[in-house]
């Protein structure tokens, strides 16, 4: 599914009915450039014990399978069937919503939240951020466009951001985050 496609898709159906209709065949587009971030920044994080959150089709656990960490876990509300169907292991479910009111789970080395963290209502972003933290000490933000900007929020510090191109020339970005308060 074309990155083009999809953002029609999104525009005329929203962020919910599109993964209702097309979560089992969701592809990321930028797949290629995910990997890259996450391999030449394998030095910087720490993917001992990951949370791949929204995790799609798995592309950011396979990417770390392949490097030879196994000790991650997924979740995503839309695609838990297309990851656990590809990956063979389990994925959780959790929502932006459900994080907010303390549903999540587990201690993480890092939460990596591939090209969804945009997605989240920019009033609950804030909350949303301060619940993932009390689960890690690094958040991981790849995304097509520097959105979110978490680093405007109070006490939510970028540690550093790095980018590769498309064949198309548009950056993709990988934003590393701590929290004062952890």
């Excluded at 919910?16 to 995910?34: C, I, K, L, M, S």
């Excluded at 459900?98 to 591939?114: P, W």
């Excluded at 929020?153 to 540690?159: A, C, Q, R």
Aim: glycine fraction near 6%; aromatic fraction near 12%; hydrophobic fraction near 35%.
């Amino acid at each position: 599914m074309e990155q083009e496609h999809i953002r029609k898709l999104y525009e005329r159906l929203g962020v919910d009915r599109f993964y209702q209709d097309y979560g089992d065949q969701y592809t990321n587009p930028h797949e290629a450039q995910v990997k890259q971030l996450v391999l030449q920044n394998q030095e910087r994080l720490d993917y001992s014990s990951v949370l791949d959150f929204c995790a799609g089709g798995g592309e950011v656990s396979q990417i770390l399978l392949n490097l030879g960490y196994v000790d991650f876990k997924a979740s995503d509300p839309y695609t838990y069937r297309l990851y656990e169907q590809k990956l063979g292991k389990k994925c959780e479910k959790w929502s932006f919503d459900q994080v907010l009111r303390g549903q999540m789970s587990g201690e993480y080395s890092c939460i990596i939240c591939s090209f969804a963290m945009h997605l989240c209502d920019e009033n609950k972003l804030y909350n949303l951020c301060v619940q993932l933290f009390q689960h890690t000490a690094s958040l991981v933000i790849l995304t097509p466009h520097k959105r979110p900007v978490l680093e405007n929020f109070e006490g939510i510090d970028l540690v550093f951001e790095d980018h590769v191109l498309t064949p198309k020339g548009k950056k993709i970005y990988l934003k590393t985050y701590t929290c004062a308060w952890k």
